[in-house]
């Protein structure tokens, strides 16, 4: 989806990379991405004129990053998380589960996130444990960063709602990425429990 968007297999691999990691050099980025850097150094230049990346020289370096100033970075970032990278992981490897939800909030969500932010996770449903430590070490792998995970079966989601669990009101208070599930369904649910809540 994204490479016709972006109509480049490197540049959506390009932006992948830079999303969730840290500025990196030209050689380091041609090495991960395993494109040679001249056809690296020409998609990256093309980033930099949309303002999608920038650049800055360390030394004798030029240092390439994402833009987080950029006015659609969020749209961005949120694309890929829902549609590459981890998005399409989770998607996956939770299609024939019982995951009811699974849900990316926090920092990465609000778009608040740096180089060293975590991913929060919450799973509401049943999923075999170690099923789940191997999808969670393949995205960490994947995306370069750690993911705290939070993970209830639906009785306790259906009685954390009712209860207003501060987790919960804290979730639909601020921007979240549902990666499976219907948000509306999901926010309807803690809902009922935030109103008695107070």
């Known amino acids: 989806m994204l490479e016709k968007l972006f109509k480049s297999k490197t540049t959506t691999r390009l932006l992948e990379l830079l999303l969730f990691s840290k500025p990196l050099h030209l050689r380091e980025i041609s090495r991960r991405i395993d494109i040679t850097p001249i056809y690296v150094k020409k998609e990256l230049e093309t980033l930099e004129q949309l303002g999608l990346v920038s650049s800055k020289k360390v030394g004798n370096l030029c240092i390439w990053g994402i833009n987080r100033r950029s006015p659609i970075y969020k749209d961005i970032k949120n694309l890929f998380l829902k549609t590459e990278s981890l998005g399409a992981l989770l998607q996956n490897a939770f299609k024939r589960s019982a995951i009811d939800y699974a849900i990316i909030y ?25 099923s789940l430590m191997r999808i969670i070490s393949v995205a960490e792998r994947k995306t370069g960063r750690e993911i705290n995970y939070v993970l209830w079966t639906k009785a306790e989601f259906l009685k954390n709602a009712q209860e207003g669990h501060h987790l919960l009101i804290n979730i639909i208070k601020n921007p979240l990425i549902m990666i499976k599930g219907d948000e509306r369904e999901f926010r309807k649910s803690v809902g009922r429990g935030s109103d008695r809540s107070f």
């Open 106 to 130: 926090g920092s990465f969500a609000k778009g608040t996130e740096n180089e060293k932010s975590d991913i929060d996770l919450l799973l509401v449903g049943k999923i075999n444990q170690s």
